[in-house]
C-alpha cells in the first residue's frame, strides 16, 4: 500500500508519537523534499523525542544506531547506540531486513508500520507501530539517515532482550510518498 504525506497524517489518528514526529519532519523540510540534519530541532519532537531513534546507513552495508529510542530501550533493557541494528535482527531476516530500509534513502520514501508484534518466550506480546522517514546529512546530498519513531501499544510490560522468542512481525507496511515515488 501507499501513503502520501496527507493521508498518512490521517492514518495516524492513534499513534501520538508517530504523529508528532511527522508534524516535525515537516517542519524541518520546509519546502524541499527532504530536511537536512542542520534543520532538525528535537524540541519539535515534544513527547515523541523518547520514541524516536537515528540510524545512520554507512557505505558498508550497516544500519548504525545513533540515537536510541529511550521509551523502546528502557523496555527492552537494551541500549543500542553505537551498534549495528542488523546485528540486532536474526541472522534469518538480516537481509530482509536491510532490503526493507534501502528504499527510504535510495529513492527517498518513508514507511509506517502498524501492527508490529514480538513475541515473547513467556507467550505475551509487545505490539506497535513505527514511521521511519529519510534525513540527508547535508543539502544536495543523498539521504543516509533514518529517523525512526515508535508507538508502543502497551508500555507497561517491561522485558529482557533475551526473552523474544519470535518477531518483529509486521502486520501492514506502507510506503509513504514523500514527492519523490516509492518503490
Not at 510506503?175 to 515515488?181: E, F, L, N
Request: some cysteine.
Amino acid at each position: 500500500m501507499t501513503l502520501t504525506l496527507a493521508t498518512l497524517y490521517d492514518r495516524l489518528e492513534n499513534q501520538q508519537n508517530c504523529r508528532l514526529f511527522l508534524q516535525a519532519w515537516q517542519k524541518w523540510r520546509g519546502s524541499q523534499i527532504l530536511p537536512a540534519r542542520s534543520d532538525v530541532r528535537p524540541e519539535d519532537l515534544k513527547t515523541a523525542m523518547a520514541a524516536t531513534s537515528v540510524w545512520e546507513l554507512t557505505g558498508d552495508g550497516k544500519v548504525m544506531v545513533r540515537v536510541g529510542a529511550t521509551l523502546f530501550e528502557e523496555q527492552i533493557g537494551e541500549n543500542r547506540r553505537g551498534k549495528n541494528y542488523l546485528d540486532l535482527m536474526p541472522e534469518p531476516i538480516r537481509q530482509d531486513g536491510l532490503e526493507r530500509l534501502l528504499p527510504i534513502v535510495t529513492v527517498p520514501c518513508g514507511i509506517f508500520a502498524d501492527g508490529c508484534s514480538l513475541r515473547l518466550k513467556d507467550g505475551n506480546t509487545l505490539e506497535f507501530d513505527i514511521l521511519l522517514l529519510p534525513i540527508v546529512a547535508a543539502p544536495e546530498q543523498d539521504p543516509t539517515f533514518i529517523y525512526y519513531c515508535i508507538d508502543l501499544a502497551d508500555r507497561a510490560k517491561r522485558f529482557d532482550i533475551s526473552e523474544i522468542d519470535k518477531g518483529p512481525f509486521v502486520t501492514s507496511t506502507s510506503h509513504v510518498d514523500i514527492g519523490c515515488g516509492v518503490p
